[in-house]
């Protein structure tokens, strides 16, 4: 059998590398897929904006799990334990943004 040694290439467009600030992340899923929105609030403001959704196979949500577990995992032993904050719970149990802004407030 031949091998296949052909490398993937990947186009990085100027406005894509540009990246866009988000500091929260809803997650759901299906029995086929995984959505992750990336959210910008601000605060004082009243509306939060999606900034970017992306939508993938449950196969690469968990690949994506493991590859973050790994560059946290990497971080960490450079820089040191990330802390995060005690988040506020809203009754659905999902996590409340940034900002200690309680239910209502966003």
């Given amino acids: 059998?031949?091998?296949?040694?052909?490398q993937l290439q990947i186009e990085l467009k100027p406005e894509v590398a540009e990246g866009v600030y988000a500091n929260l992340a809803i997650l759901t899923h299906s029995s086929s897929e995984f959505v992750a929105d990336f959210v910008q609030m601000m605060p004082g403001m009243q509306k939060a904006q999606v900034r970017s959704r992306i939508i993938m196979a449950p196969e690469h949500a968990k690949r994506l799990l493991m590859a973050l577990q790994d560059n946290v995992q990497k971080y960490e032993s450079q820089f040191g334990t990330i802390k995060l904050a005690q988040p506020q719970q809203s009754n659905e149990g999902r996590t409340i943004a940034p900002f200690n802004l309680k239910?209502?407030?966003a």
Avoid: R
Wanted: glycine content about 12%.
């Fill in 1 to 6: 059998m031949a091998e296949n040694n052909q």
């Fill in 103 to 105: 239910q209502g407030d």
